[in-house]
Structures are given as structure tokens and as C-alpha cells.
């Protein structure tokens, strides 16, 4: 196990790092964590937190990792959105956005440029074995509700599938046959769906993918 600060570019480089001395090849990359805040925080390279997390992080890991994804025969990444990304808007911010601040507003649009980035990515791999798909796995059960009131986390979990049953969506894309050549698509669930015109802009999502190289090293 390799722990690290996914809110933090140093921490995910060493951790990359890691991984690429002393791995032979990487099968299935699940890009799983994300945050949902609700109060405006940075990161310490000086990201708004939600993106920095939620879009900048699989985005710099993926990149990083590619040379170990590209030595397995057949290897898929997948990228855990949500289906707020549908009212998500491609604001591109530089630090913390101006006026009142809406976590679960950036929340969505995080989504959104995850899932415009993923088949960006699929598109750049489109001539490699390794499969890139975005995926909604449902409501579950996690700590993403943690900086709300104790009672609403709470109440939501009594209704809502615990992580064991929200990993199936991911543990399908990653490991069944019948997706083993579907890439740059989105899935709810495991039902493949058509998303949203936006996230299907190649305009918007050529600026995002620039946006998010600026975020990282020149390198990347």
C-alpha cells in the first residue's frame, strides 16, 4: 500500500514514483477519491480543494502512471464521477472562486471536467490497448458528507448502499468482458449512457485539458 495526499501534487509524484520503480505494469487504475466541501479551502499548491482532488488529481496520477498502464496488455482506468456533473459548468478557476462560495456547485463542475478529461484521454490512447471510461457508481455510503451536520450524514447512510455494494459499478468496469474495448464513455451504474452536450464540447474540453496541464508541472 502506497498512502497519499491526493490534495497535494508532491505527495502524488512521490507517490507515482513509488509505484513506477517498483511495478512491472499496472492492469486497472480506479480513481476513486473525491471531496465535496463546504467552505472554501486551498490546497497547498493553491488549487481551490474540490478540483484539486477531484479533477487535478486523476488527471496528474493517470499521466504519471501511463508508462505502467502501457505495459499491460490490456489496461483500463476508470474514473469515478457523479451524475451532478449534468449541472456542472466548465468555470476554469485560478484559486478560489469569486462571489458566495457553493461547494456542492464546484462539486458538480469537478465532475464535469473529470468526465471531459477522461475522454480527452481516451481519445490521446485511442492507438494503446488502455481503455479510459468515467463512471456514476450511485449514492453510497462514504464520508463525503463529513464536513455537514452529523445528523444528515447519518440519516442519508440509512437510506444509501454501504461502500462494499457501491465498489460493484466500479469492480465491473474494471474487471468484465463485456466493456473490455468501450473507452471515453460514461457509465451509470454499469449501464453505458449518453452524457450531457456540454460534456461533448471538444472545444470546452481541449481548454479544460489545458487548464489542467498549467496546474502541473510544464512537464506534464
Known sequence: MVPVDLSSQAAIRSAAKILLDDLPRIDVLINNAGVL????????DGIEFTYAVNVIAPFLLSNLLLPLLKASPSARIV?????????????????LPEGKYSGNQLYSNSKLLLV?????????LSDTTITVNSLHPGVIGTDVF??????????????????????????????SLNV???????????????VVDLAKSETAAKEVWTYCQGLVSPSE
Open 37 to 44: 466541501k463546504r467552505s472554501p479551502e486551498l490546497s497547498t
Open 79 to 95: 474514473n469515478l464521477s457523479s451524475e451532478l456533473y449534468k449541472s456542472g459548468k466548465v468555470e476554469l478557476l485560478d484559486g
Open 116 to 124: 471531459m478529461n477522461s475522454n480527452t484521454l481516451a481519445a490521446q
Open 146 to 175: 463529513r464536513e455537514y451536520p452529523a445528523w444528515i450524514g447519518k440519516a442519508l447512510n440509512l437510506f444509501i448502499p454501504k461502500p462494499a455494494a457501491g465498489a460493484k459499478p466500479s469492480i465491473y468496469l474494471a474487471t
Open 180 to 194: 473490455e474495448n468501450r473507452s471515453g464513455r460514461y457509465f451509470n451504474k454499469t449501464k453505458e449512457t449518453a
